[in-house]
């Protein structure tokens, strides 16, 4: 640590803050996903940060939520379009 930083710096430093919360609804008790990482990933597939796997209204990759860290704006993808535009019909 650096002589010219406090503990309490130092600290704030290594815990990161989330940017918002998300709040699963529907199931029995509501769950509570604070956003920590700058991209969050939504879908049925089990490596989703938050996923629905018995939801057939839901796709593997259904979408994403995107914090800009600079401005502060977030933003929603829609990832089901990106891969349907990837396969001409």
Same mark, same amino acid.
């Given at each position: 640590?650096?002589?010219?930083?406090?503990? !309490?710096?130092?600290?704030?430093?290594?815990?990161?803050? #989330?940017?918002? &919360? +998300?709040?699963?609804?529907?199931?029995?008790?509501?769950?509570?996903?604070?956003?920590?990482?700058?991209?969050?990933?939504? !879908?049925?597939?089990?490596?989703?940060?938050?996923?629905? #796997?018995?939801? &057939? +209204?839901?796709?593997?990759?259904?979408?994403?939520?995107?914090?800009?860290?600079?401005?502060?704006?977030?933003?929603?993808?829609?990832?089901?379009?990106?891969?349907?535009?990837?396969? #001409?019909?």
């Amino acid at each position: 640590m650096e002589p010219s930083k406090s503990r !309490g710096q130092a600290q704030q430093q290594k815990e990161p803050q #989330p940017w918002g &919360k +998300l709040i699963r609804l529907g199931a029995e008790e509501a769950e509570l996903h604070l956003l920590l990482k700058k991209e969050w990933t939504i !879908g049925r597939k089990k490596g989703c940060d938050l996923s629905f #796997p018995g939801n &057939k +209204l839901v796709s593997g990759d259904h979408c994403k939520i995107i914090v800009d860290e600079d401005s502060g704006q977030v933003s929603l993808e829609d990832t089901r379009l990106a891969l349907l535009e990837s396969f #001409p019909v």
